[in-house]
């Protein structure tokens, strides 16, 4: 990890144990505390922030899981029934956004791709503002400053740069703060993407950026195994948590259907680019159960045994036999959960329904943040184009 | 009053801004110790420190992609692109990224990203050294396109387009680096607004319009034109995008005769642009049509035969000629 430096004594447990240690080409170790099995194993490093995670925590996990993967269904249904032009289901990465979610702090920003819902939700981004984009009413849709939550971004991997130079930013702010005796809490940046994008230059570049500046950015690789139809096989020959040894910092690989586990490395990771050690990547491996996006058909290039497979590592289920098994949830948990799912859909439902249509003025108003000539110019032709069919009605009524 | 180069008077007013603004910062390759492969941003790093006068990695994409980062937690960073034809690694950033996020955030989010580019040719160089890309960029709403053609506007653009909330590519005529000029760096004057063009010489035959290193050679081939009894008017546009066609209009209205000049190829540039605005605005004012000089549609020729591809002041009177001839 070269001058990278670590926690007291984590390097060297890493070095001996865990998924940061091995060598391009060699299979990579898997951080898990929560199995499929819902039993709880241990991690030399990750067991000690995994302890952080209370009872309560635990019950919010589950939750936040069971209400996006609800919310996931509602959408779909939406797009089905024509409500919405597209849709980008998450569901088989609840763990991974949810967990990843959670271990952030206010002050730290987050950068999505475009699938980061489970974020959203935890980000407290209100989630009928979130379909606007889908919708085809708006291309954001929220106030990215009011949640330290970026708006999606289409273009695979063009958000990691961002997420780097915002990151640099931090740094500066922070080297301005401790010379003004500032009391703002340390901050850090995620950069979500996914093993797609991994092969995207962006995703290089801001390794390589990140490294050289030592920029507070966590890479929080979702690899959901198919980028719409093309396998991981094709992106990388290596476990995609190795690359990181490559730009010399850790890369730490976890099962992302495991929600302790990534909020445990995911906290970590934090920590450790907030105390100025430098950037993190992490891979979470998890699973795109169903279509890249409602315009997808996974029938075409995979087999549904595959599918079967992942279910039985599914995130929600194994955190539910935890929770039932340590006596930590009861059946009216449960219940209550599927009550407030139910009672999300509804509102996103009927909100999707209000959502208004924008005048095209909004869009002639924001290209550009200062006065601008041909934008005036176009806008007054507009104006007097369209007030031409209304005088036309009136002589028509 | 003070005589400097353009290259120096860009190197003042970065200075200036740094001095101004503490959350501007420059940023790109080989841009701190060395000064820049121009030396455009000399002598910067000793007195600002590398936190901002920032040698980056070789990716023009990073550079670009970090800037905007930057940006968005409150910095004003000014990229330096090396060449011209280097800023395509970068394109992605700046077309779907730079250009669209203030629309995208509906106006909450603004992303003031000054992007250098030293551009055109007439220097003997290499491939990917002399290319004028602006129209390629003047066709994605969202930037700003401004380009200098003397060291006063170099000082003074320069800082208005870092002060600009809006991304701004700031293209720089670099076989003028050296052209000398008096800068008032008290007073600004016609330079307060980089967005408007400006009348250099007055006419009343025709208009020519240039923008960048073709300014001089416009205004010598106006000069040249005396010599028939031709008065010239030369309009140096100055910006791009937005393009300040009321000047060019009235310039127009008052000769009849328009001749657009640019480095870059004329078959979809910024030339056809303003012969179609002004044929709409001006019709019946034009004695003539509008006509084009710029480059061929060939990638950028090898440096023997540039001269052959460059407008010069013989290509400018051709056209002239032609034009008056109607």
């Known amino acids: 990890m070269g001058s990278t430096q670590l926690p007291p004594g984590t390097e060297e447990t890493l070095a001996a144990t865990s998924a940061a240690a091995a060598a391009p080409g060699e299979p990579v170790e898997m951080v898990q505390l929560l199995g499929p099995d819902g039993k709880l194993g241990s991690d030399p490093v990750f067991s000690d922030y995994a302890k952080r995670i209370d009872p309560e925590k635990l019950r919010v996990f589950y939750a936040d899981m069971a209400r996006i993967r609800r919310f996931d269904q509602e959408a779909t249904a939406l797009q089905r029934q024509g409500e919405l032009a597209l849709w980008v289901p998450l569901t088989g990465q609840e763990a991974a956004q949810i967990g990843s979610g959670h271990a952030s702090q206010p002050q730290d920003y987050i950068f999505p791709t475009y699938r980061e819902h489970g974020v959203a939700l935890v980000r407290n981004v209100d989630l009928a503002e979130l379909l606007k984009q889908f919708r085809g009413v708006s291309n954001g849709g929220w106030d990215p400053r009011e949640n330290n939550f970026h708006l999606y971004t289409l273009v695979l991997a063009a958000q990691t740069l961002h997420a780097v130079g915002y990151a640099m930013g931090i740094q500066r702010d922070q080297k301005l703060a401790a010379a003004t005796d500032s009391n703002d809490p340390k901050a850090a940046v995620i950069a979500y993407f996914g093993d797609g994008a991994s092969s995207e230059g962006d995703v290089h570049e801001s390794m390589v950026f990140a490294a050289s500046y030592e920029a507070p950015v966590v890479f929080f690789c979702q690899n959901n195994h198919w980028a719409i139809s093309v396998p991981t096989e094709v992106q990388t020959k290596v476990p995609l948590a190795n690359r990181a040894k490559g730009y010399g910092f850790p890369g730490i690989r976890v099962d992302g259907n495991d929600v302790i586990a990534v909020h445990a490395v995911t906290e970590w990771a934090l920590e450790h680019a907030r105390e100025g050690r430098g950037p993190v990547l992490i891979e979470a491996y998890t699973y795109r159960v169903g279509a890249h996006t409602t315009a997808d058909d996974p029938t075409k290039y995979r087999e549904s045994a595959e599918e079967a497979a992942w279910r039985e590592k599914d995130p929600l289920d194994r955190l539910e036999k935890y929770l039932r098994a340590e006596g930590l949830a009861d059946e009216a948990f449960f219940e209550q959960v599927k009550a407030d799912g139910d009672e999300l859909a509804t509102y996103v439902r009927s909100t999707t329904h209000g959502l208004e249509v924008p005048d095209i003025r909004e869009a002639f108003a924001n290209v550009y943040a200062e006065q601008h000539p041909l934008i005036a110019e176009e806008l007054a032709w507009f104006e007097e184009y369209s007030a031409g069919f209304e005088s036309d009605e009136e002589a028509a009524n | ?326």
């Open chain 2, 1 to 326: 009053m003070a005589t400097m180069t353009i290259a120096k008077a860009i190197n003042e007013g970065l200075r200036a801004s740094l001095n101004s603004n503490p959350k501007s910062l420059l940023m790109g390759e080989d841009i701190g110790h060395l000064g820049g492969v121009y030396r455009v941003t000399d002598g910067l790093i000793k007195e600002f420190g590398d936190e901002r006068v920032v040698d980056t990695p070789l990716a023009e994409s990073g550079i670009v992609g970090t800037a905007i980062g930057l940006a968005l937690r409150g910095y004003s960073p000014v990229c330096e692109i090396q060449f011209d034809g280097f800023v395509f690694p970068a394109f992605n950033q700046i077309t779907t990224q730079l250009a669209k996020i203030h629309s995208r955030s509906l106006g909450k989010l603004s992303v003031p990203v000054v992007i250098r580019i030293p551009y055109g040719g007439g220097i003997g160089s290499i491939e990917h050294h002399s290319e004028s890309p602006e129209a390629l960029f003047a066709h994605t709403a969202g930037l700003r396109i401004i380009s200098p053609s003397n060291a006063h506007d170099a000082y003074w653009m320069i800082q208005k387009a870092i002060e600009c909330q809006d991304p701004v590519i700031f293209f720089e005529p670099k076989r003028r680096y050296w052209l000398k000029g008096e800068v008032d760096v008290q007073n600004p004057g016609l330079s307060e607004d980089p967005f408007k063009a400006h009348v250099v010489r007055e006419g009343t035959d025709a208009t020519i319009v240039a923008y960048g290193p073709l300014v001089p050679v416009a205004l010598a081939a106006a000069n040249a034109a005396t010599e028939d009894g031709r008065s010239i008017e030369v309009i140096d546009l100055r910006s791009i995008s937005p393009l300040d066609f009321d000047t060019v209009e009235a310039s127009v209205k008052k000769t009849g005769r328009l001749i657009v000049a640019h480095e870059a190829p004329t078959f979809g540039g910024i030339g056809g642009e303003i012969a179609a605005r002004i044929s709409e605005r001006a019709f019946l004012h034009l004695e003539a049509p509008v006509i084009r000089v710029g480059g061929f549609h060939m990638p950028y020729p090898v440096a023997k035969v540039e001269e052959d591809y460059l407008p010069d002041i013989d290509k400018i009177l051709e056209a002239l000629d032609r034009s008056l001839a109607y």
